[in-house]
């Protein structure tokens, strides 16, 4: 069955610590996107890329870093470097930019 | 200012009931979608609306789209326990750079 695989479903990480997400998608989509959502908010986009080795920064980049070495696969890093990454963190695939985005079931991350 | 609002962002209702949704942005777009994400859970393709005028429907959910109005709407008729969700709208607007821009989510709550 074609569809985006996040893994791990939960995540705990210490501080200081960087952690990595995984995002595959096997749909043959172009695009992919990392987004972050608090409790009871919206999305917010963090990384997203149009085409193999190739990737924009989003609205909350910082913090973050991506790479995208295949297209079926674009992991985002946490670093130390986010202050505050207790989140839950979906990532999407599309076709092409501005297209419809299908989403994984997403990670939750915790810090402890 | 590239912008997506929804409105009502909190609607709690009885099951029998109809009720709107509204996504109204900020320029032209040629593409709007619908999404729904239940407590915990990643987010699902409802409908995908791609001209003026364009209604899509599933069940008791009816969306539109107005691109002259730059106004979306959802419409929920009788409306049972089981819609009980939030409910996002995501525009790809012209000058985004072909980004998604989402709306804040309406968090829907329908009482026996």
């Known amino acids: 069955d074609g569809g985006i695989t996040q893994s791990p479903k939960y995540l705990f990480r210490k501080e200081g610590q960087n952690v990595t997400l995984s995002c595959e998608q096997n749909?043959?989509?172009?695009?992919m996107y990392w987004y972050r959502q608090d409790p009871g908010q919206g999305l917010r986009l963090i990384y997203y890329s149009q085409i193999v080795n190739d990737f924009q920064k989003g609205d909350i980049a910082e913090g973050y870093s991506v790479s995208r070495e295949k297209k079926e696969s674009f992991p985002l890093t946490v670093t130390s470097a986010q202050k505050n990454p207790t989140a839950f963190y979906l990532c999407?695939?599309?076709?092409?930019?501005?297209?419809?985005?299908?989403f994984g079931q997403g990670t939750r991350l915790t810090v402890v | 200012e590239l912008k997506v609002e929804q409105n009502p962002l909190f609607l709690s209702m009885q099951e029998g009931k109809n009720y709107t949704i509204y996504c109204n942005y900020s320029t032209t777009s040629d593409r709007l979608y619908w999404y729904r994400q239940d407590p915990g859970k990643s987010l699902e393709s409802l409908f995908v609306?791609?001209?003026n005028g364009a209604v899509k429907q599933e069940g008791r959910l009816m969306a539109s789209l107005d691109t002259k109005a730059r106004l979306s709407t959802l419409h929920i008729t009788a409306a049972v326990h089981d819609l009980s969700a939030t409910y996002f709208c995501a525009v790809d607007l012209r000058d985004s750079n072909y980004q998604l821009i989402w709306g804040a989510g309406t968090k829907l709550i329908i009482k026996p």
């Open positions: 749909l043959n989509h172009d695009a």
């Open positions: 609306l791609l001209s």
């Open positions: 999407a695939s599309s076709i092409g930019p501005g297209s419809e985005a299908f």
